[in-house]
């Protein structure tokens, strides 16, 4: 139990300011749909309506693409690369200045804590901006060859989990290599991609450059099977990837995919248990565990495994949720009634397949979508829980014996996005890492993420890598 209460802090929604009604940002400009309806958006934590946003319609998506080829041939393309920074410069810039206004307005529409929104996504949303500023006047030195091209028109889509940060991840590369954008956010998350949108307005960003569509997924197949696209970067689910995937092939579009997760978060008997407990907590508390690179498979040294369980078990009894707003919760709201309902079922399974469930004490609000931390003991690899993505704050436990299992074990997945190895050898760190099938391998820490370092998956978890120096060629016509 917690060893004492806190206050509650709430940090006040007065500073966002929600319209009731939102349109599409295209050519600069907030409009009217022409053949889009409207639906509502609402906070995950209350399902109260927050506003009303558009479903884009086939002639929307047209206008869009239309608008940012129009840019792209008009003056975005005779911009040098250091004018280009300038606009990035710039964006970064009022990304920091309006900080804490992103900040609420992520964790009402996603139903994150303030806590993570204020602290992880809207500073590295900036930190992205400021990387790729750096990179549009080198592109010549970025290993491309000399006077890199860029692509042209590029369409993206993004899911909910992040809802600002993959907007980030998205835009900062594609405009720094002189790309523009037609960007369609999740639809359950629309809100501050239209922040945003207010926000390439007040960068005076030449009209055209960035637009964005909202809607659901149909107005995102619209938009990647758009003929006037000459890009596609998705990250969403493997199934939906895997739909994309297909529509592109035989066609002149580049793709980059970054998809599912099923990562092994793995604790050797001499790793430091304490600071292992935290990283497991991050691994798959963190966000909800609506984390594609989440730490959602422990897999632990059996002869620390009890140990480590306790520990890990007193750990969780002191996690706070609620609030999202609130400056000590730790665990927010699920972004959704759909995801909710997926966490329960797979949960549901789990239990009749013969794991051990368990959760610490824990009040859930009585309204909005919310599930509590959860730890599934006597998990083995044929489990539904050992094999799908959750993406909730569920957590599947397995265990080792010896390096070579954990290796196998940690391998056995159709993903391959993300690893984390535990332990106070620096040979082992570097044996592990050798052989995990990862596109990321964190050593003693775990979701980590920094602008300048490359992030992408194995196998099913998509291709292609967005971050640092890789993530530019994503943009360019190599
Ligand atoms: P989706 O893959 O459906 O959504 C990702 C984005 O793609 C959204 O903007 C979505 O729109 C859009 N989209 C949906 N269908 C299409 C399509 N046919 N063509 C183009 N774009 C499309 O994920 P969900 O939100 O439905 O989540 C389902 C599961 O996927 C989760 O439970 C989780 O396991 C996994 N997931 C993984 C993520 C990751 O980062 N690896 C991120 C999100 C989900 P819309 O929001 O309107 O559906």
């Not at 929604?13 to 309806?37: H, K, N, R, T």
């Not at 239209?194 to 007040?202: V, Y």
């Amino acid at each position: 139990m917690p060893t004492f209460d806190y206050a509650p802090a709430p940090e006040s929604p007065s500073i966002v300011d929600i319209q009731p009604s939102y349109g599409l940002f295209i050519g600069g400009e907030m409009v009217d749909p022409i053949d889009g309806a409207r639906f509502k958006t609402v906070n995950p934590a209350t399902e109260e309506v927050l506003s009303e946003v558009v479903a884009a319609g086939p002639e929307d998506v047209d206008r869009a693409v239309a608008a940012a080829r129009a840019a792209y041939d008009g003056a975005w393309s005779r911009l040098s690369g250091r004018d280009r920074s300038k606009y990035l410069y710039r964006l970064a810039r009022i990304v920091q200045e309006r900080s804490r206004e992103l900040a609420v307005l992520e964790s009402i529409d996603n139903g994150k804590p303030i806590r993570e929104s204020r602290d992880v996504d809207v500073p590295l949303v900036a930190a992205h901006f400021f990387y790729y500023a750096g990179w549009a006047d080198k592109l010549d030195y970025a290993g491309f060859g000399p006077d890199p091209r860029p692509l042209g028109v590029a369409a993206q889509v993004i899911p909910w989990n992040f809802p600002l940060l993959m907007l980030a991840w998205k835009i900062a590369p594609a405009l720094a290599c002189g790309n523009t954008v037609v960007l369609k956010p999740a639809e359950t998350t629309p809100l501050t991609a239209l922040a945003f949108a207010d926000i390439c307005r007040q960068a005076d960003l030449p009209p055209g450059v960035v637009n964005i569509v909202t809607g659901a997924g149909e107005t995102g197949r619209t938009l990647v099977e758009h003929p006037g696209v000459d890009k596609v970067a998705f990250t969403g689910s493997t199934e939906v990837g895997r739909q994309i995937a297909r529509s592109m092939a035989g066609t002149r579009k580049k793709l980059t995919l970054e998809l599912g997760g099923k990562a092994a978060n793995v604790v050797f008997d001499d790793a430091p248990l304490d600071q292992a407990v935290e990283g497991i907590v991050n691994g798959i508390f963190f966000n909800q565990g609506h984390v594609c690179c989440a730490g959602s498979r422990l897999l632990v040294q059996e002869s620390v495994a009890d140990e480590l369980l306790a520990r890990l078990k007193r750990r969780l009894t002191t996690l706070r949720l609620g609030d999202p707003l609130d400056k000590n919760t730790d665990i927010g709201a699920i972004n959704s009634a759909e995801q909710l309902d997926k966490i329960r079922m797979l949960s549901k399974i789990g239990e009749t397949e013969g794991a051990e469930r368990w959760s610490p004490p824990c009040e859930l609000p009585e309204r909005g979508f919310w599930f509590p931390p959860t730890v599934f003991t006597g998990v083995s690899q044929s489990h539904r829980i050992a094999r799908e993505e959750i993406f909730g704050p569920v957590l599947s436990v397995l265990t080792f014996r010896t390096p070579t299992e954990a290796i196998e074990k940690a391998n056995n997945t159709p993903y391959g996005l993300s690893a984390g190895v535990w332990t106070e050898k620096g040979s082992r760190i570097l044996w592990m890492a050798q052989r995990l099938r990862a596109g990321v391998v964190w050593a003693n820490t775990f979701n980590r993420f920094d602008p300048t370092s490359p992030f992408g998956g194995y196998k099913e978890s998509g291709y292609g890598r967005e971050g640092g120096r890789h993530g530019l060629e994503a943009y360019l016509d190599v």
